[in-house]
């Protein structure tokens, strides 16, 4: 399995970064969006009405564009820039998988699916989760098929949360989350993260923010961007704050199989006692199996909610091409020797970062436990989180991600993603830490 520039080399035409970001802003309305009290960064297009066209909706106008997209926009523009900022697998996707996807088609697999998924992959996908967690899901009931995990995610918050609902969210985390929140018209109550101890949630936080509309709580644990993974006995006080108040858990899991250490235990809250019916499960094929491209994702939960999710379904995409389904097939059956390829390069990876992080000046980091992002406190720079991105592009070639990007908790952390080759990595550490002695 061949490992690519995912830690990588951008550009070839350089351009003053100032001019680019003026750029960006002549087009693009850069506003701040609170909902309840989380500040989000995003950017929207504002277009109004042009002669000949009618108005595009409101909703569209609003709708959050992450602000990591900007560091990718900036970034394409500096000759040999080093991108620490990509949240993908530095690998490309295994030949077994091309073969089977490609087998399948040229024999025929080129109709529609079932809305769920094929029977194959839901079979395929439930004994994958019984190995990880004891959990025996139903193919035929318990699991849906989706155009990746983001489709998964937009569909469980539509089948759990009504207009005005409040959704408890991890600050900092995934950015796309707000986006989704805000596009079936609920509405993102923050739950802290901590620095203090490894940004991993819990149960307190998550009891303090409850209000009276609150639906539902989201978990993503290992987590983006943090790489902190949530304790078993503090997922189990969690879970019983959620069956207390009787809310719905949206557990995004796409990063479980990364994690490093022997003595780190990473469970779902679906395992825990009597949450089964209180917890769907978003799962994606894009990280654990290098498929970001291919956009294979599932949901786990209930049949109630999997029969509501399979009729959304059917209103959105319709269904997940069959060929590509059997190239994931293909996945599952070989995950062993694909993910133990990956999981010690980014141990190394991980293990090099905070190392030179730690000898760093004016930086700090904690060890995360998994996925594969780590963050960086900036705040002894005198920078905010956004100029300190943005100078360490323009003068030392060096891309992370501002964190606040991620919620207002993210203000003063970069968010750097370890998936690139070793080589790079160590390039790039080794180029953040010039330009951090210059300062």
């Given at each position: ?254 990063y479980r199989a990364f994690v490093y250490d022997d003595h780190v235990r990473c469970l779902s809250i679906a395992s825990m006692p009597d949450m089964l019916d209180h917890t769907i499960i978003v799962d994606s094929f894009s990280k654990t199996f290098a498929m970001t491209g291919w956009r294979i994702g599932c949901a786990f939960g209930p049949k109630a909610v999997i029969d509501q999710m399979m009729i ?52 700090s980091c904690n060890t995360p436990d998994g996925a594969f992002y780590v963050l960086i406190n900036v705040k002894d720079t005198g920078m905010n989180d956004h100029d300190f991105a943005v100078r360490l592009l323009n003068e030392a070639k060096v891309v ?40």
């Amino acid at each position: 399995m061949a490992m690519s520039h995912g830690c990588s080399r951008f550009g070839h035409h350089a351009a003053s970064l100032t001019t680019i970001y003026l750029s960006i802003q002549h087009g693009l309305k850069h506003t701040m969006s609170y909902n309840a009290t989380i500040a989000e960064t995003k950017t929207s297009c504002s277009v109004g009405r042009y002669k000949g066209m009618p108005a595009i909706s409101h909703r569209a106008q609003s709708a959050m564009y992450p602000s990591v997209r900007e560091m990718f926009e900036l970034a394409s523009h500096v000759p040999n820039a080093i991108s620490f900022a990509i949240g993908e697998p530095g690998f490309d996707t295994p030949r077994p998988m091309i073969d089977a996807a490609y087998e399948a088609a040229i024999h025929g697999d080129t109709h529609y699916t079932p809305n769920r998924g094929t029977a194959a992959l839901r079979r395929a996908w439930c004994q994958y989760r019984f190995r990880q967690d004891g959990i025996a899901y139903e193919p035929e009931d318990n699991v849906i098929i989706t155009a990746g995990g983001m489709e998964a995610m937009y569909l469980a918050m539509i089948a759990t949360l009504d207009e005005d609902d409040d959704i408890l969210i991890p600050d900092p985390g995934y950015a796309n989350y707000f986006g989704q929140v805000q596009m079936v018209h609920a509405n993102v109550v923050p739950v802290p993260l901590h620095e203090r101890n490894g940004f991993r949630m819990q149960a307190a936080d998550v009891e303090a923010a409850i209000t009276p509309n609150t639906k539902a709580l989201l978990l993503n644990s290992p987590s983006n961007p943090t790489g902190a993974i949530i304790e078993p006995d503090e997922l189990a006080a969690i879970a019983e704050v959620v069956k207390r108040h009787d809310l719905w858990v949206i557990s995004d899991e796409v990063y479980r199989a990364f994690v490093y250490d022997d003595h780190v235990r990473c469970l779902s809250i679906a395992s825990m006692p009597d949450m089964l019916d209180h917890t769907i499960i978003v799962d994606s094929f894009s990280k654990t199996f290098a498929m970001t491209g291919w956009r294979i994702g599932c949901a786990f939960g209930p049949k109630a909610v999997i029969d509501q999710m399979m009729i959304m379904q059917e209103n959105v995409v319709s269904c997940v091409p069959g060929a590509l389904q059997m190239g994931a097939v293909a996945a599952l059956e070989g995950s062993a020797d694909i993910l133990a390829t990956m999981i010690e390069a980014y141990r190394t990876n991980r293990d090099m970062v905070v190392k030179a992080v730690q000898q760093m000046p004016l930086v700090s980091c904690n060890t995360p436990d998994g996925a594969f992002y780590v963050l960086i406190n900036v705040k002894d720079t005198g920078m905010n989180d956004h100029d300190f991105a943005v100078r360490l592009l323009n003068e030392a070639k060096v891309v992370v991600t501002p964190a606040s990007g991620f919620g207002s908790r993210g203000q003063g952390y970069a968010r750097l993603s370890y998936v690139g080759t070793a080589e790079d990595t160590a390039e790039g550490l080794r180029r953040m830490q010039r330009w951090l002695e210059s300062l």
